[in-house]
């Protein structure tokens, strides 16, 4: 069945770094588009960044652009999604989920949170 | 970009339906047919219910349709039940290759 777990969360200080891993299985990973979505404590839905098959074409929202990288590694069935330049308003849990236009299957998340 | 404009909340009791709406404009919802529909219970994944405006996911009950009409796509639930209590949340394609979520509805079961 398919499986999408996520780890890498924690708490870090504003300003810092974080990589975020999205380990896939159980469908064959390099097929398909992922992405990552966040909700904010008690927010709704935020969608953060996809990117393609191969990992040439990658889209971000614009509160993230140029901070976050989305990154895969189709040997390994692993998507990832680095941080940097964390503010207090990136906190929350993140979402791995596979497809680009809708998404039927989703990780548990992995709970960030900003803080000095 | 704003997100797509949903009602905060809706209500209904057992039996009768209610219908959810999400506008965007020409640049998401009026552009493409990838408008989706997500079902969220308090501390849980949110599920899909809809794709592609209106076709229903495998084990999604047909208690869920939902259609779009110029900007606007709606979720209707027939028959509601306890258990469709659940916040939800429409999304769209973009015309800048993004994503774009609702800001979520909370559906009261009454």
């Known amino acids: 069945q398919v499986q999408l777990v996520e780890s890498g969360g924690g708490l870090v200080e504003p300003g810092g770094s974080l990589r975020l891993s999205c380990a896939a299985s159980g469908f064959t990973f390099r097929d398909y588009y992922m992405t990552w979505i966040r909700q904010a404590p008690g927010k709704g839905l935020e969608w953060v960044s996809y990117?393609?098959?191969?990992?040439?074409?990658?889209y971000y929202s614009d509160s993230v652009r140029g901070r976050f990288t989305i990154s895969r590694d189709n040997a390994k069935n692993s998507l990832y999604l680095q941080m940097n330049s964390l503010r207090a308003e990136d906190a929350g849990v993140y979402f791995c989920?596979?497809?680009?236009?809708?998404?039927?299957?989703w990780g548990q998340g992995t709970l960030v949170t900003v803080s000095s | 970009q704003s997100a797509l404009t949903q009602p905060a909340s809706v209500s209904g009791s057992p039996g009768q339906s209610i219908t959810i709406s999400c506008t965007g404009t020409s640049t998401d919802v009026g552009a493409y047919d990838y408008v989706s529909w997500y079902q969220q219970h308090p501390d849980k994944a949110p599920r899909l219910m809809i794709y592609?405006?209106?076709k229903r996911p495998s084990g999604v009950p047909d208690r869920f349709s939902a259609s779009k009409s110029g900007y606007t796509a709606s979720l209707t639930i027939s028959g509601l039940q306890a258990e469709d209590e659940a916040d939800y949340y429409c999304?769209?394609?973009?015309?800048?290759?993004?994503?774009?979520f609702g800001g979520g509805t909370k559906l009261t079961v009454l």
């Open positions: 990117i393609s098959t191969s990992g040439t074409t990658m």
């Open positions: 989920a596979r497809g680009k236009y809708s998404h039927t299957f």
């Open positions: 592609d405006v209106f």
């Open positions: 999304s769209s394609y973009t015309s800048s290759s993004t994503r774009i």
